[in-house]
């Protein structure tokens, strides 16, 4: 293992966002490429939205995703624990070393006292901040305070000189930020709690992370959390803030952007593969060399690097998922596409209890070309099932109706009565030989034997169609066809 250390820190306060996961796996090929360590790191000081279920789920779809983490909550390590609740002594060990170096003041504010100020700030067209009003209390003043039963927080000391502080970020370059425009921040609320810019420092540096890789909104935060590093008189780990993930409409992705889902469990629900998933992320804000799309993630780790991370936005693109998805779809292993598929067909209501294995993988493969994400199979298969229905009955008839369709379907009914094995290999000999004793071929030929077939003018393959069904059922839907004509 090399010195390069990087963590995951997400707050379990909900489902895994597709920004964060991209976070993660960033992380995670960085790590990879380097030698280095992933960390998952619980950040659960808002205890009100944190929950043991949300964290679990992060851990799932983590799993899931095949972003297995070195160090951290369920699996250990020497620099634990991972959870922040778990932590709070650590904290308060280091939040007493700034109190005894006066760098940092408690502040006796009421939460609408805090309202007041800011009220006040918006009607002269000031910027809302903290006024630094209890910088300076007298020890009795404190006491009084405390003997109203006020519960202070603890606020740091932003230099009153102003001073510009540089963000070196490897992604978006030297960024500076006036100290001006940073107000006494809270490190520790009211019940003891740490915030988490104050958490966040204690933890990277006692973790010892080498690098930050996190997402955009989080650079406002760096200024604080660079300020809190200094006070200290420790190095800062290297920062790499990733771009925004933006909808195809170019505003944020949000559960309001629409076509795409912002959920991670909903891709896994609607049966994207993981591996396809994490292709596509990859290329979300990271561009390789080549102009390749499709990797596997063992290259994908090989060529991955933080100069190759984008400033600019990456933009959701679903079509292209939902393309990339299909393909490893139709690449992957038979078995694979089989068993992800059976959940969403029972779901459906099909029934799978008299149908063999062999079946249901021709089944699978002859669909599997069309769809781009598992439960979408569902659509497919239906025609594979019970009564055949015409789609469009008044045309399907029409077309019955036509020259010679009546000789095309007895014939065809004729050959598959004297077949012994409908494989679709067999099948496909036997409709060439049939085309050629016909006086009809093409698509005289073949369109009314898949409206007789399938009730729809298109579709998968018909000797795949025939072998799935059967010679009873294609009898069935050709005697069908035969007494509307
Ligand atoms: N808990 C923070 C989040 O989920 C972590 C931010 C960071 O990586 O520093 O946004």
């Given at each position: 293992m090399s010195d390069i250390r990087v963590r995951f820190a997400p707050s379990p306060t909900g489902q895994i966002h597709i920004g964060n996961i991209r976070t993660a796996l960033f992380n995670y090929l960085f790590a990879k490429e380097n030698n280095g360590t992933f960390i998952l790191r619980v950040e659960d000081t808002d205890q009100e939205r944190s929950t043991s279920e949300f964290e679990e789920v992060i851990q799932q779809e983590m799993n899931w995703l095949g972003l297995k983490w070195d160090e951290g909550v369920q699996v250990g390590g020497e620099y634990g624990p991972y959870r922040q609740m778990e932590r709070l002594e650590l904290y308060q060990q280091y939040i007493q070393q700034l109190l005894d170096q006066d760098l940092v003041y408690r502040c006796y504010c009421t939460p609408e006292e805090l309202e007041q100020m800011r009220e006040k700030q918006r009607q002269n067209d000031e910027a809302p901040r903290y006024t630094g009003k209890c910088r300076n209390l007298t020890a009795a003043k404190r006491e009084e305070l405390e003997s109203e039963g006020r519960k202070p927080v603890i606020r740091f000391k932003v230099p009153q000189q102003e001073k510009e502080i540089i963000v070196k970020d490897l992604v978006k370059g030297d960024v500076s930020f006036s100290s001006?425009?940073?107000?006494?921040?809270?490190?520790?609320?009211s019940d003891g709690i740490p915030t988490y810019n104050f958490a966040v420092v204690i933890d990277d540096y006692l973790m010892e992370i080498s690098h930050v890789i996190r997402g955009e909104d989080h650079l406002s935060n760096t200024p604080k959390q660079q300020l809190l590093y200094d006070a200290f008189g420790w190095e800062a780990p290297q920062f790499a803030h990733l771009s925004m993930i933006l909808g195809s409409d170019k505003s944020k992705l949000s559960k309001r952007s629409g076509e795409a889902y912002v959920y991670v469990s909903q891709y896994r629900e609607n049966g994207y593969l993981p591996e396809a998933l994490i292709n596509f992320l990859a290329l979300l804000g990271w561009s390789p060399d080549s102009e390749e799309e499709l990797f596997t993630q063992e290259e994908i780790i090989e060529q991955f690097s933080l100069a190759g991370v984008t400033k600019s936005p990456a933009v959701f693109d679903v079509e292209k998922l939902n393309w990339m998805n299909g393909m490893y779809i139709r690449n992957a292993d038979l078995e694979q596409i089989v068993n992800l598929a059976i959940p969403y067909l029972e779901e459906a209501?099909?029934?799978?209890?008299?149908?063999?294995k062999e079946w249901l993988e021709l089944v699978v493969d002859t669909v599997r070309g069309s769809i781009d994400y598992i439960a979408e199979i569902t659509e497919q298969v239906d025609l594979f099932f019970g009564e055949i229905e015409y789609e469009d009955y008044d045309q399907v008839v029409e077309t019955f109706r036509e020259d010679q369709v009546d000789l095309v379907l007895e014939t065809l009914k004729e050959k598959v009565v004297n077949l012994n094995s409908l494989t679709p290999q067999k099948i496909k000999g036997m409709l060439k030989e049939a085309m050629n004793e016909l006086p009809v071929g093409g698509r005289l030929f073949y369109h009314p034997l898949r409206f007789a077939l399938t009730g729809q003018g298109s579709g998968p393959e018909l000797y795949n169609i025939i072998s799935i069904l059967g010679k009873e059922e294609v009898i069935n839907r050709l005697d069908k066809a035969l007494a509307l004509i």
């Open positions: 001006e425009v940073i107000d006494d921040f809270v490190l520790v609320k209501g099909y029934n799978l209890e008299d149908k063999s």
